[in-house]
């Protein structure tokens, strides 16, 4: 008689727990060590430059809001008087 092979199964497959490898370590801690550096290079600006460049930026935003805004007023009466 003719003996039917068992048939192992194999156990089921673990999930794989994100382990982490000792060279990625050593990289991320060098990254950090070489971040630090390069940011104690950084000339910060003063609270003074600070403060000149952020009024300069808004009083050129209100300039351009304005001229952008009288440009649009005259076009809209422009269209209207074409049109009208």
Known sequence: ???KA???KSPPKAK???SVQPGKVAEFARYLRESRLEL???VWP???EVLATTVAVVVL????CLYLGLVDFG??????LILS
Do not use: F, G, N, W
Request: no cysteine; hydrophobic share 50%; glycine share 0%.
């Open 16 to 18: 794989k727990i994100a």
């Open 75 to 80: 076009l809209t009466k422009l269209m209207q």
């Open 6 to 8: 068992e048939q192992v």
């Open 1 to 3: 008689m003719a003996q």
């Open 40 to 42: 104690k290079k950084v």
């Open 61 to 64: 935003v209100a300039v351009m």
């Open 46 to 48: 003063t609270r003074k």
